[in-house]
């Protein structure tokens, strides 16, 4: 078992800038990937970023490459988002969510991934 929990969201101006936290436990000496999804008002998930155990390999969505940027943190079993550049597309509500057993090819795929947690609202005007 494995806990998430999401900060950080909040309200910010187009083009501004946010980080979002995501603090997983639950799960001594356990190695798993870590991504985060969105979802905003009657639209289905989607896929954000994705970053590997030990932080070396990183996947984006096409729509926020170049302005958001995965991270992690293991000492202290936190992972971050930082977003600049920020649209009101953006706008959504942001999950983190661990990846144990789901294949890393499938790295986009909600599916792939174990645990969430309870999603952390981003607000972006225009």
């Known amino acids: 078992q494995v806990h998430v929990v999401e900060t950080g969201g909040g309200l910010v101006q187009a083009g501004g800038s946010l980080r979002l936290s995501c603090a997983a436990s639950?799960?001594?000496?356990?190695?798993?990937?870590m991504g985060w999804f969105r979802q905003a008002p009657g639209k289905e998930r989607e896929f954000v970023a994705r970053?590997?155990?030990?932080?070396?390999?990183?996947y984006y969505a096409d729509s926020v490459k170049g302005r958001f940027t995965i991270s992690r943190e293991n000492a202290k079993n936190t992972v971050y988002l930082k977003m600049k550049s920020m649209k009101p597309q953006d706008t959504a509500v942001y999950y983190c969510a661990a990846a144990l057993y789901g294949p890393t090819e499938k790295y986009s795929d909600y599916r792939a991934y174990d645990y969430w947690g309870q999603g952390t609202q981003v607000t972006v005007s225009s």
């Open positions: 970053i590997s155990w030990s932080g070396g390999t990183t």
């Open positions: 639950g799960r001594p000496g356990g190695s798993y990937a």
